[in-house]
T-cell receptor, first 114, second 119 residues
């Protein structure tokens, strides 16, 4: 069956450390993979997109890797800050055309302590 | 950046009534909008893809006669929950993709969500 899984446990880290979140999937072949941030009671906010033929993408303190052999993406936040506390969602973009349907993981809740 | 609004942000209705939720792209055009539902502590579940000027595409298990979607313009899609029941209580979120071409059009811009409570 098709599945997309993220760290189910909440991630608690100290300010200044690097947070690493995992997204694994089975029986999908996404052309793209996207990461979003969601705060309580709000809609998700786009962070990064990575293509299937890209290994790594960076944006400021954020880094995403995409391994289509392992069927895994890692999302890193370096020099984490309490303001980074939120739920982070990975999403598979599984249609190759302009349709762009996203399938979301359940999210990982990150808490950064000062 | 691209902004998507939703209205209302919260609604409480009685069982058996219908509720309409609006989703607007404020500063871009969107030929495609998406409607999601999210239960507490769960992921976003795609309900349907709304296409401007044509019928919506519903995901498996979503009743199209219960969740009516209309995408009459490039900036507005509406979701009507008909004959709502308590089990329809949820957080409904829409998103839109910019109709521009290229990689940047694959990201989705989400609305702030609508909290529906059916009593």
């Amino acid at each position: 069956s098709q599945k997309i899984e993220q760290n189910s446990e909440a991630l608690n880290i100290q300010e200044g450390k690097t947070a690493t979140l995992t997204c694994n999937y089975t029986n999908y072949s996404p052309a793209y993979l996207q990461w979003y941030r969601q705060d309580p009671g709000r809609g998700p906010v786009f962070l990064l997109l990575i293509r299937e033929n890209e290994k790594e993408k960076r944006k400021e303190r954020l880094k995403v890797t995409f391994d289509t052999t392992l069927k895994q993406s890692l999302f890193h936040i370096t020099a984490s800050q309490p303001a980074d506390s939120a739920t982070y969602l990975c999403a598979l973009d599984i249609t190759g055309n302009q349709g762009g349907k996203l399938i979301f993981g359940q999210g990982t809740e990150l808490s950064v302590k000062p | 950046g691209a902004v998507v609004s939703q209205h209302p942000s919260r609604v409480i209705c009685k069982s058996g009534t219908s509720v309409k939720i609006e989703c607007r792209s404020l500063d871009f055009q969107a030929t495609t909008m998406f409607w999601y539902r999210q239960f507490p502590k769960q992921s976003l579940m795609l309900m349907a893809t709304s296409n401007e000027g044509s019928k919506a595409t519903y995901e498996q298990g979503v009743e199209k006669d219960k969740f009516l979607i209309n995408h009459a313009s490039l900036t507005l899609s509406t979701l009507t929950v008909t004959s709502a029941h308590p089990e329809d209580s949820s957080f409904y979120i829409c998103s839109a993709r910019d109709s521009g071409t290229g990689l940047s059009s694959r990201e989705q811009y989400f609305g702030p969500g609508t909290r529906l409570t059916v009593t």
